[in-house]
């Protein structure tokens, strides 16, 4: 897009909404361990940027925002440095098998499949309350899962958009034994990588709005370490608490974007 399409829609987006939206996204990042896209993008959009920018922008504020969390959880002792890198070759090669596969299978089956899978994985927080200070047992068995775990993950987000976090953080707790803040700080860790290549790529195709991108993404950086030191006051039980209500926000709005995109289409 060319320098003034981007200005128009930096003008479109005040300074003061697009640095509260940095703020909030990354206090949301750091309190979830998750990217913060799912909050970007739709309100990107309500600010009128393009669809297109508004993904490509997202991903690009999403990297430092995501070095910022997972060297504040590293602090603590909070990343699983193996785990993260493991989950991040699966969903690296994950997410490019994704999007090779997205017109090349029937969207509307994967997606309420989709939607099944978060329902059990949130309903599977309420019954596997972590520890604060479990671990991931690691040997080979539990590599090749992290591995296939990262896969699947990038493939369900280059199939549906979504982030990897919130698919991450409850496997991890629910399926792989680690405590709520590992969980974080290890999916923290496993977007960066992701994230470099996908801003790369945006930035190649010109979708990425790169004043919107700092604006949002250095406001983030601010409220990650906030979001941090809530996620540490709060017990386990909370956390978990949380995260499920999380998710099923995202599971609502992933609904309402499907049956609209449904119905906008021509019979």
Not at 46 to 61: F, I, T
Not at 181 to 190: C, E, P
């Amino acid at each position: 897009m060319t320098s003034d399409g981007q200005s128009a829609a930096v003008a479109r987006a005040s300074i003061g909404a697009l640095i509260a939206l940095g703020l909030v996204a990354g206090f949301l990042s750091g309190l979830f361990g998750v990217g913060g896209g799912i909050i970007v993008v739709p309100a990107l959009l309500l600010l009128g940027v393009d669809q297109r920018l508004a993904a490509g922008s997202s991903v690009a504020a999403i990297l430092p925002t995501s070095v910022v969390g997972a060297v504040g959880y590293a602090i603590s002792g909070q990343v699983d440095w193996i785990a993260g890198v493991l989950l991040a070759v699966g969903i690296i090669a994950g997410a490019q098998l994704g999007t090779y596969l997205l017109p090349r299978i029937p969207r509307n089956a994967l997606f309420w499949a989709f939607v099944v899978f978060l329902l059990v994985v949130t309903v599977s927080l309420w019954f596997s309350v972590p520890e604060r200070g479990d671990a991931i047992g690691l040997n080979v068995w539990t590599a090749i899962a992290l591995v296939l775990t990262g896969g699947v993950t990038g493939v369900l987000s280059g199939l549906m958009g979504v982030g990897g976090g919130i698919i991450v953080v409850p496997v991890l707790i629910a399926f792989f034994g680690a405590g709520d803040l590992v969980a974080k700080g290890t999916s923290l860790l496993m977007m960066v990588p992701g994230s470099i290549s996908a801003t790369v790529g945006n930035a190649r195709r010109a979708n990425v709005d790169w004043r919107i991108a700092a604006l949002v993404g250095g406001a983030a950086c601010f409220g990650s370490p906030m979001g941090i030191v809530t996620a540490t006051a709060i017990s386990p039980f909370w956390s978990n608490i949380a995260f499920s209500v999380l998710m099923i926000a995202v599971v609502v709005q992933l609904v309402v974007r499907h049956v609209r995109s449904r119905r906008s289409r021509p019979a």
